[in-house]
């Protein structure tokens, strides 16, 4: 049987200050599509009980899978037991699974020991998968010859318009010392109010290419050799039945 690492994000708060955390159902439609295939064990940067945002609670309250993932007591064990990731050792698993939430933006985006675990990762062969905002913890991974593992392959992840449509971007001048103010309003960039930067962007300055779903919120799933996508929540079991078959 196939061992699978779910690393969550322990961020829990925004820029902004707003709660924040991993998403309910990006944890839940995953695993439960692999859990009766494969051994599935939990880890965070710092360990134990990673926190859940609560607007993903609310705003699944009603889907079968998430409802089953909150009371199931042998996933409360799992988060509660949640290994730190410099307890994980590569070679106990085939593959990495990043589930998303506005988190992995603010703290595996940045974190040097979750880089290198991706990394490490990739360089063994394993899979490495990711679905919404999940993507963002693999910013810094880089192959054997240091470059991204995004450069030259295929990707999605929450994309632009869906954080427009959310309303979570916010349009900013830049201004140049050494340029006239007149020139000032030609120089525009769009960012996030609640993370560091956007994933489409951030991942496409990395050489990543991007797809995403004919409509917002649609599911769209993107397997590029090893390298495994989901677009956003919708995504979510597309993104573990894509695991699974590169497992089997």
């Known amino acids: 049987m196939p061992s699978i690492l779910f690393v969550f994000t322990s961020a829990a708060n925004t820029l902004t200050g707003e709660p924040t955390g991993w998403y309910l159902p990006e944890a839940a439609h995953p695993y439960y599509v692999l859990a009766p295939h494969a051994k599935i064990d939990f880890a965070a940067p710092k360990g134990?009980?990673?926190?859940?945002?609560?607007?993903?609670?609310?705003?699944?309250?009603?889907?079968?899978?998430?409802?089953?993932?909150?009371?199931?007591?042998?996933?409360?064990?799992?988060?509660?037991?949640?290994?730190?990731?410099?307890?994980?050792?590569?070679?106990?698993?085939?593959?990495?699974?990043?589930?998303?939430g506005w988190g992995p933006v603010l703290d595996l985006a940045f974190d040097p020991i979750n880089a290198k675990l991706a990394s490490d990762f990739w360089t063994a062969g394993k899979l490495v998968a990711s679905v919404c905002h999940g993507p963002a913890a693999l910013v810094d991974a880089v192959d054997a010859d240091g470059k991204s593992i995004f450069a030259g392959r295929n990707f999605t992840g929450f994309s632009d318009a869906e954080e427009e449509y959310?309303?979570?971007?916010?349009?900013?001048?830049?201004?140049?010392?050494?340029?006239?103010?007149?020139?000032?309003?030609?120089?525009?960039?769009?960012?996030?109010?609640?993370?560091?930067?956007?994933?489409?962007?951030?991942?496409?300055?990395?050489?990543?290419?991007?797809?995403?779903?004919?409509?917002?919120?649609?599911?769209?799933?993107?397997?590029?050799?090893?390298?495994?996508?989901?677009?956003?929540?919708?995504?979510?079991?597309?993104?573990?039945?894509?695991?699974?078959?590169?497992?089997?």
């Open 48 to 100: 134990p009980n990673p926190p859940l945002d609560q607007a993903s609670v609310d705003a699944y309250k009603g889907d079968e899978e998430c409802i089953k993932f909150l009371a199931d007591e042998t996933v409360k064990e799992k988060l509660t037991n949640a290994k730190l990731l410099t307890d994980v050792k590569v070679s106990d698993y085939d593959a990495i699974f990043y589930p998303g």
């Open 166 to 248: 959310l309303g979570t971007t916010k349009v900013s001048r830049l201004f140049f010392v050494s340029l006239p103010c007149d020139l000032c309003d030609n120089h525009m960039v769009r960012t996030l109010q609640r993370a560091p930067f956007l994933l489409e962007d951030k991942i496409i300055s990395l050489g990543g290419s991007f797809t995403k779903a004919d409509k917002l919120f649609g599911s769209h799933v993107v397997v590029d050799g090893r390298l495994i996508t989901g677009q956003n929540p919708s995504s979510a079991t597309d993104t573990g039945k894509a695991i699974l078959k590169a497992l089997e």
